[in-house]
């Protein structure tokens, strides 16, 4: 069973751009979660969407977005970026339906000039 | 607010070394996860505890869940350089039926050789 892909890996943008970020879960999967890592506040939840629906949120700025299509195939959009926006995002998916294992991607790595 | 602390933070040892990580909170867990990650990865799952006072052996490691189910230990026996990299314990969010981990700050292990 092939595992979690995100694209891209690695991004450099400028301060004010958007960028869009994309998450292929394991197949079977329909839990969606994305996570923020920095070195200075670690792993930090985003959102989780399932069947398309978001169904929890962290506390980030609504600059952070996201959305699940019907494959459920997640993708992130931060608009306006900031430097501050520079970290690794991963995403992990799970079946979604219980206390169940989440299994995560490589990440994209994010740098903001 | 559910918080997870990991102790020590960064953590030197030589090859054949034994360590132990701890992870604590004041707040009920109903499981915790331990993931190990590689520099440029995604979290890598190694065990879910479930059950207070659980243990969990894989190979040289060993995984302890309280029993108030509030904290866990990873110890690691004749630590090897191939055990190098950032452990991070996490805990589902609330009654945790939905994709939201808290994570710890992790512990970043080197074992020299």
């Known amino acids: 069973k092939a595992g979690v892909t995100q694209t891209p890996r690695y991004l450099i943008k400028t301060r004010g751009q958007q960028v869009t970020l994309s998450c292929s879960p394991i197949s079977g999967h329909r839990s969606v979660s994305w996570y923020q890592q920095t070195p200075g506040q670690g792993l930090q939840f985003l959102f989780e969407y399932f069947s398309e629906t978001q169904r929890n949120k962290g506390n980030f700025p609504g600059r952070f977005s996201g959305r699940q299509f019907s494959n459920s195939r997640s993708e992130m959009n931060v608009s306006t970026l900031e430097l501050g926006d520079s970290a690794l995002y991963l995403c992990?998916?799970?079946?979604?339906?219980?206390?169940?294992?989440?299994?995560f991607g490589p990440g994209t790595r994010l740098l903001v000039l | 607010t559910q918080l997870l602390e990991q102790s020590p933070q960064f953590l030197s040892i030589q090859e054949g070394e034994n360590l132990t990580v701890y992870c604590n909170s004041s707040s009920v867990f109903s499981s915790l996860q331990w993931y190990r990650q590689e520099p440029g990865e995604g979290p890598v799952l190694l065990v879910t505890v479930v059950t207070g006072g659980e243990v969990k052996k894989l190979k040289r490691l060993t995984f302890q869940f309280g029993d108030a189910r509030k904290d866990s230990s990873l110890h690691i026996t004749a630590a090897q350089p191939g055990d190098t990299g950032l452990y991070l314990c996490?805990?589902?969010?609330?009654?945790?039926?939905?994709?939201?981990?808290?994570f710890g700050q992790g512990t970043t292990l080197q074992v020299k050789p």
């Open positions: 996490a805990g589902p969010h609330g009654s945790g039926n939905t994709g939201k981990l808290i």
């Open positions: 992990a998916s799970s079946s979604g339906t219980g206390r169940e294992t989440q299994y």
